[in-house]
């Protein structure tokens, strides 16, 4: 997890008014940017939206939120917006995405946004992927929030109704248009990868609009059930539960992959190439053998914690040189050794501190190293394998005289 910066920003909607949003941005190298649509007459700042918006900029994902024309603080009239509103109004919001950071390759969108957000998604040519939280297959399907004054609206055209505890003037026309949407039409001609998160005990959406959903979608196509959880997303651990799957679901259609790529040139043995990356300001990559790895410093000195640091490296070297020796010897011996785990700490002491050194003055490098042995090891079989942990190559290169000649290529 890395630290992240929240950041108001606001944009022009589809009527000219200025919309209110969040940006998420994460301190390090920002992996896409993704667009968060919050469900009918909610807000940007509904839990849900917070917490997995949050969530997904730790893990470096940015992520904008905002509410839409008349909701939240944004401007314009609630009852002049409809579903083709709130469609418009994402595209204004990846537009400036598109023109003030990077247009958004992830779409995601709760309840009625979800919808919304499948709907706009052939508007954003930029998107590689869609997710929706609980998401009706119809966005008529708000319209059972106020069911009982349906008939009343299309008299008079226009009725206050309730809703989460708010009053929301309904018109005639939001009507019309939700009766003019063919969502699965464009869900059949999405051409995206869809990730479908729902919860099978949705009391406000029922679970046969993700299985609808689904089935009118091309693959790649995935369902996650939330099992135990609500409409609203509320827990905690749900909410969290979901930006962790969507970040690892989406990484694979945004270029990214589990598994090392390998490097293009394999080196000789015994000699490593260190490159800056570019991914952060001090991130590394570096090639042994085959074999491709990062390094990189933490977030707190200005890196982008994409790797472990140079000491740290130099600490699993020598906790890895000391395992396999240990490894070899109990082999070679016969010794009953199930598993060896090594911890090690380096650290900065005054040297008037450590009895044992040579120097007196000033500070020297002290590595601890801690052995974890399992088996039905005796005594003299831990002592002796202690031993043999400080005859390891590269304990031994590490107390030996070391010269590094460096020269210009």
Known sequence: MQPFRSIPVEFPGHDGGMLAARLELPEGRVRAYA???HCFSCSKDVTAAVRISQSLAEQGFGVMRFDFTGLGNSQGDFANTNFSSNIAD????????????????????????????????SEVPEARAV?????????????????????????????AVQLAGRSF?????????????????????????????????????????????????????????????????????DAFYVADVLAGWVGRYLGETNRRPRPSAVLPDGMVR????????????????????????????????????????????????????LRMY?????????????????????AQDCEDCESTEGKLDEIERELHLQGPLDQQQRDRL???????????TLHSEIKVRTRMA
Do not use: N, W
């Not at 119809?138 to 008299?155: Q, S």
């Not at 082999?331 to 009953?336: E, I, M, S, T, V």
């Open 35 to 37: 667009l968060f649509a």
């Open 274 to 325: 260190v490159s800056e990356s570019g991914e952060s300001l001090y991130s590394q990559r570096i090639h042994v053998g085959g074999h491709l790895l990062t390094a990189d410093e933490p977030a707190s000195v200005g890196g982008g914690d994409l790797g472990p640091g140079p000491y740290d490296l130099l600490l699993a070297a020598l906790g890895a040189c000391t395992t396999m020796t």
């Open 90 to 121: 994402l595209v204004k919001a990846a537009d400036f995405l598109r023109q003030s950071y990077e247009a958004p390759a992830l779409l995601v969108g709760h309840s009625l946004g979800g919808a919304a957000v499948l709907a706009a998604a």
């Open 386 to 396: 202690l031993e043999i942990a400080d005859k390891c190559p590269v304990h031994r």
């Open 131 to 159: 997710a929706t939280l609980g998401a009706p297959s119809d966005p008529g399907h708000i319209t059972h929030l106020f069911a009982d004054v349906i008939p009343t609206i299309e008299a008079q055209g226009e009725v």
């Open 330 to 350: 109990a082999d070679h011996k016969g010794l009953p050794l199930q598993r060896a785990e090594v911890l090690l700490r380096h650290r900065k002491v005054h």
């Open 169 to 237: 003037r309904i018109q005639r026309q939001l009507l019309d248009d939700l009766s003019e949407q063919r969502l699965l039409d464009r869900v059949a001609a999405l051409r995206l990868p869809l990730l479908i998160f729902h919860a099978p005990l949705d009391a406000v959406v029922d679970v046969a609009h993700a299985q609808t959903l689904f089935q009118a979608a091309k693959h790649p196509k995935s369902f996650v059930s939330l099992d135990g959880s609500d409409h609203m997303i509320g827990d905690e651990a």
